[in-house]
C-alpha cells in the first residue's frame, strides 16, 4: 500500500524568508499523481501545487515550488517570501492512477512569524 | 460556480445516536471522497466513489459507517450507534475524472458525540 511521510510535525518562519517542507512517500508504481494542499484555520483545504511523475520539471506556483525527487521517492515544498497568510496546516497527498483514492500525509504546521 | 456543500456544519449528538452527514459535490464531478480529521491530526480516508464503479470502502473503520452515493451526485455518510471516539471533522470532496485533477473541498461537518 502507498504512504505518505511527513516528517516535521510543525514548522516556523520568519515573515518573508524561504521554508522547506518535507514529504516522503512509498509506491511501486512508475507513474502518479502528487499535491501539496493547505489547510488554514479557517479549515478549508485548498490545493497548493500539483506534479504528475513522468514529468521531469518541477512544478512553480508563484512563491510555491517542489523540488520532486522520483529516486528517492522526495516531493518537498519551498514557500519563498513568507507571508502571514501562509500561516496553515500542509498537507503531502498521493495519487496512483486517475482512478483511485487520493492518500495525505500526516501535515505539517506552519507558522510564520511577523 | 457553487463548491462543494455539506449539512450540517455542526452536529451535537449523543452516544449510541445515529448520525446521516450530507455532501453536495460540484456539478459534473465523477468522484466524491469522504475523510475524517481529528482534532489537530490529518486526514483519514474513508471512502471514496468513482462514477459507477463500486465505491473504494478500504478506509471505513467499522461496520457501524456507510455511505452512499445516489444518482451520482450527493452523498450521504451514515453513522450508526455514535461512539465518543467519533467525534471528529468529517470532510467531502469532489473532483473530475483526471489524475492530476484538483480535490475540491467542503467546509467539512464537525460531528461532537456526548
Known amino acids: 500500500a502507498q504512504t505518505v511521510t511527513q516528517s516535521q510535525p510543525e514548522m516556523s518562519v520568519q515573515e518573508a524568508e524561504t521554508v522547506t517542507l518535507s514529504c516522503t512517500y512509498d509506491?511501486?508504481?512508475?507513474?502518479?499523481?502528487l499535491f501539496w494542499y493547505k489547510q488554514p484555520p479557517s479549515r478549508q483545504m485548498i490545493l497548493v501545487i500539483r506534479?504528475?511523475?513522468?514529468?521531469?520539471q518541477n512544478a512553480t506556483e508563484n512563491r510555491f515550488s517542489v523540488n520532486f525527487q522520483k529516486a528517492a521517492k522526495s516531493f518537498s515544498l519551498k514557500i519563498s517570501d513568507s507571508q502571514l497568510g501562509d500561516t496553515a496546516m500542509y498537507f503531502c497527498?498521493?495519487?496512483?492512477?486517475?482512478?483511485?483514492?487520493?492518500?495525505f500525509g500526516p501535515g505539517t504546521s506552519l507558522s510564520v512569524i511577523p | 460556480g457553487a463548491g462543494v456543500s455539506q449539512s450540517p456544519s455542526n452536529k451535537v449528538t449523543e452516544k449510541g445516536k445515529d448520525v446521516e452527514l450530507r455532501c453536495d459535490p460540484i456539478?459534473?464531478?465523477?468522484?466524491l471522497y469522504w475523510y475524517r480529521q481529528s482534532l489537530g491530526q490529518g486526514l483519514e480516508f474513508l471512502i471514496y466513489?468513482?462514477?459507477?464503479?463500486?465505491?473504494?470502502k478500504s478506509g471505513l473503520p467499522s461496520d457501524r459507517f456507510s455511505a452512499e452515493r445516489t444518482g451520482g451526485s450527493v452523498s450521504t455518510l451514515t453513522i450508526q450507534r455514535t461512539q465518543q471516539e467519533d467525534s471528529a471533522v468529517y470532510l467531502c470532496?469532489?473532483?473530475?475524472?483526471?489524475?492530476?485533477?484538483?480535490?475540491?473541498f467542503g467546509p467539512g461537518t464537525r460531528l461532537t458525540v456526548l
Open positions: 470532496a469532489s473532483s473530475p475524472l483526471r489524475g492530476t485533477d484538483t480535490q475540491y
Open positions: 509506491t511501486s508504481e512508475s507513474n502518479y499523481y
Open positions: 506534479q504528475e511523475a513522468y514529468k521531469q
Open positions: 497527498a498521493f495519487r496512483k492512477t486517475s482512478y483511485d483514492k487520493v492518500i
Open positions: 456539478s459534473g464531478h465523477t468522484a
Open positions: 466513489f468513482q462514477g459507477n464503479s463500486a465505491p473504494d
